[in-house]
């Protein structure tokens, strides 16, 4: 087969990884991501790219450069024509991907950098000794830089009713997916501490055996559920092993081009990786209209076009990472992929393990399935990117050969649109009985239950949030299931058992 010269390729990758305790010269977001791309072009095995069509930055918390993409090319010499900065959302750099193979297969584009850092641990570190390293402030070169283009839809993410009860934490909210997804399994509260657990001991084990991961333990499923001073519960039914590790030093880079121009630039061919397809798509925006908490039709949606793209289902794919912020993001993905919790659903070993730099983790199981794809000729690659509550889904098949009718691209959103939606009650609407649809329990730094978070159903079928401080019943509701218990919520938005 005569290769397409518009074919969308991989050549280049790379992660980079900062444990440094000193924070005067701890390197920031810009450098770590300058780091990468040079990593990166290393990796394609060439000296130079040339010229760069655009260069694409995920947003970062820890980054205070107003056009980061000019303050990397800065930083490296390269000509960029056009940079690029995305809003926030877990699902974008998988859709960056799909986004920059789609203008290359259409001769928009020839070449395209995409990259992104956090230095979350430093800057917390910097903070906490009141000490202030250059990289968080601008630089002054970068007052003359131009404005980057937006890249990527910025969705609103929070319901005025949810806000109003002051839930819009995902620390808040996955857990409610749990406790939703345990009670529809039928599982007790220990039962279901342990299924996780083991979940989530298996993806340590893929870290301990990745060299780009942030953490090298691998742990026990004891050892995580249990709740300890190292370990304490953050959010029932999640301790502190089971939430995202945002607290890292990171970066990743990508580089995209025509098959025309890496065969100009003489990139070997053992380098090479091909975008297959994607898929982009969300949920309803707000969980207050998603219909339940234990289903997400629109990775199932994704998912499905996708296997239409490619002819492969998930289950047919040697190498599958799935977003794993939490245990329940997990679970949903694999549920709504037709994935079983017992084979391997991440290359990386997760947010929890590998590493979450906010934005940017699946940038990392990009390259890691890059290398893994490598490794083994004619393997195949899946990735499924979330953002938001999983609210937002990205979706890409890759393999060391190119696709038979080149890079292809779809959305099920329409069909995503018209599913139904549950109508949801104000704090005033929402006096009187209900049942129990899911909750999460919020534990301080002591250890101690505190505060409940709630979702209800109510008589007429709409859905509302409550919340209740009542300790007793934050410690009750860790110990047996209450989704499905009748309740009441009163004029104050209170949950009352």
Known sequence: MTLDPRTPVLIGQAQVSQHHDDVLTALGPTQLMANAVRGAIADANVSSLGTIDALYVLRSLSNREPNPGRSVARQLGLTVTTTGLTPHGGNLPQSLVNHSALAISRGQMDMVVLTGGEASRSRRRAKQSSTQPLWMNASPESSADDEPVTTGDELVMNHETELARNIALPIQIYPMFETALRAAAARSVSDHQQLISELWSRFSDVAANNPHAWSRTAYTAEQIRTSSPTNRMVGFPYTKLMNSNNDVDMSASLILCSAERAQSLGVPRDRWVFPQAGTDCHEHNFISHRWTFTDTPAIRLGGEYLHQLTGLAAKDYDFVDLYSC????????????????????????????????????????????????????????????????????????????????????????????????????????????????????????????????????????????????????AIEMCEREWVGVPVRVDDTGTLLA
């Open 326 to 473: 939490f245990p329940s993001a997990v679970q949903l993905g694999a549920q709504s992929l037709g994935l079983n919790l017992d084979q391997q659903l991440t290359v990386t070993g997760g947010l929890s393990f590998a590493g979450g730099p906010f934005n940017n983790y699946v940038m990392h199981a990009i390259a890691t399935t890059m290398q893994k794809l490598r490794d083994t000729p004619h393997s195949t690659g899946f990735i499924w990117a979330n953002g938001g509550y999983a609210t937002k889904h990205s979706f890409g098949a890759y393999a060391t050969t190119p696709p038979p009718r080149g890079f292809l691209h779809s959305s099920p959103q329409a069909h995503v649109d018209v599913l139904p939606k549950r109508e949801v009650a104000t704090q005033q609407q929402a006096q009187g009985p209900a049942k129990l649809e899911a909750y999460s329990v919020m534990h301080g730094r002591d250890g101690a239950p505190e505060t409940v978070n709630a979702s209800v159903i109510l008589p007429d079928s709409r859905r509302a949030w409550a919340t209740t401080n009542n300790a007793q019943l």
